[in-house]
């Protein structure tokens, strides 16, 4: 059960997308065409500012020191900036006729890069010299660039002549640093480790392939678990880079170190659970309850029991039919301290599996009644919280397991959770409703 008492704020309607500021102190929302920041430091929840675009917002994001805020109206084509601390600056970047099709803050937060359609270009528009920058030919709008851990540099995937290059930029002059060439068939998307020390690039779903390189561009190593068959489906580095972590089609998680790029563990994702485990969580449900005096019936509450080996999780036949069949490892997600990492097998989307990365081995399974949506580990404790499109939410630490129901006075359906980077606060949202969940501790 939780040990202390876990509060939550009113629930607050939202129409697109959510971001937590870096300090932990805000969150900012979109209500069609307005912009709302609310404090989350204190208990009230209170509305700090509103800012109103020139149409419906389709992408917030926070400048890393929380000053600035980042809106997207990709429709128009247009970037909006505005400033936490001075409301009457405001700063509009208009790409024209060359169209918007991603915007994302630069490291220092004082550039903005925006994407245009076709991906024939990424500008770098500075917002205190007023300059720009260019950088052509990106391969991807809205993935396959990523700034290092430092913001010192950013790498940019592109493609020409059929092959896939790497481009590193210094974000201090915005000067090509490095230009190399990939040893992949068609790249997918680039990852830097947080220590800034490598850069793991893998390929389609097609080819099961990762190549990791250094910045300078040296190959350090080839991954190639296996040739037939789908591929690779999610990558994840450790917080201490020392482990990367893919997952695969064939429903396996593949642990490898960052000394000699060789498998630690091959960890498959079964249906059947065998003896001796132990700590296998099912959701259960008690059924409706009616509310008092008014005839009116509320969702049943949830709990979580243990259930003992041998059991059978509940699986999905995928369509193989289909392009992006729903089987193999969608979703990993390391735990701050390294010592575990959470993953969920898509045709089994109901089940979390915590694998113990020190003993290299399945640590718990969580089961839910419906189909996990989100996962977030807590940024400084061992904690886990599950979102699976209930009216609950959900957290797993290495000393058990809890649902939470949110409190609402309208239908709440849980839909995903994240953490305020300081780990004091965690958001919770639905379709077009989020609230702000705090506690003093977070242990279940």
């Known amino acids: 059960k939780i040990k202390s008492q876990m509060e939550f704020s009113i629930v607050c309607r939202h129409s697109g997308p959510v971001a937590v500021s870096p300090d932990g102190n805000y969150v900012a929302f979109a209500m069609d065409h307005r ?25 917030i994001e926070w400048s890393r020191d929380s000053l600035y805020l980042l809106c997207a109206l990709y429709k128009r084509g247009k970037v909006e900036v505005w400033s936490l601390e001075d409301p009457t600056w405001t700063c509009k970047i208009d790409e024209g006729s060359a169209g918007l099709e991603d915007a994302r803050w630069a490291p220092d937060g ?62 201090q002059s915005w000067e090509m640093v490095q230009h190399f060439a990939l040893d992949t068939e068609d790249a997918a998307d680039a990852a830097w480790a947080p220590d800034g ?28 678990p296996y040739s037939d068959g789908l591929g ?8 201490s880079s020392q482990l990367l972590a ?56 949830r709990r979580y029991e243990l ?48 694998w113990d990365n020190a003993r290299l081995r399945l640590a718990a399974v969580v089961q839910q009644l419906t189909p996990v949506r989100s996962l977030a580990w807590h940024p400084r404790e061992c904690v886990l919280a599950i979102a699976s499109a209930s009216s609950h939410i959900y957290l797993w630490s290495p000393d058990g397991a809890s649902c939470v129901p949110v409190p609402s006075d309208a239908p709440f359906t849980a839909l995903s959770v994240r953490w305020a980077p300081d780990g004091q606060a965690l958001v919770v949202c639905d379709k077009d409703g989020l609230c702000v969940c705090k506690a003093p501790t977070w242990t279940p």
């Open 35 to 59: 912009l709302i920041v609310r404090r989350i430091s204190e208990q009230r929840f209170d509305i700090v500012q509103i800012f109103v675009c020139l149409d419906i917002i389709q992408a």
């Open 110 to 171: 004082r550039h903005v890069l925006t994407t245009c359609e076709f991906q024939l270009r990424i500008t770098v528009w500075s917002l205190v010299s007023q300059h720009t920058y260019y950088i052509k030919f990106p391969k991807f709008a809205g993935q396959g660039l990523q700034a290092s851990s430092d913001g010192a540099y950013v790498a940019v995937l592109e493609r020409t002549d059929c092959k896939d290059a790497l481009s590193i930029f210094a974000t």
């Open 197 to 224: 020390h490598a850069i793991a690039v893998w390929d389609n779903c097609l080819t099961c392939r990762v190549v990791v390189y250094s910045p300078d561009g040296r190959r350090l190593a080839t991954i190639s």
């Open 232 to 239: 690779i489906k999610s990558v994840a580095w450790s917080p």
């Open 246 to 301: 893919l997952g695969c089609f064939d429903e396996t998680l593949r642990l490898f170190n960052n000394v000699t790029w060789t498998a630690l563990a091959t960890l498959p994702h079964a249906a059947a659970i065998q003896p001796p485990f132990k700590t296998l969580f099912v959701e259960a449900s008690t059924g409706l309850q009616p509310s008092a005096g008014d005839g009116s019936v509320q969702e049943a509450s």
């Open 307 to 354: 259930q003992a080996a041998p059991y059978t999780l509940p699986s999905v036949r995928p369509d193989t039919d289909k392009p992006n069949p729903k089987i193999g490892l969608g979703l990993l997600s390391f735990s701050a301290d390294n010592r575990f990492i959470a993953a969920r097998n898509d045709n089994m989307p109901q089940c979390v599996f915590v």
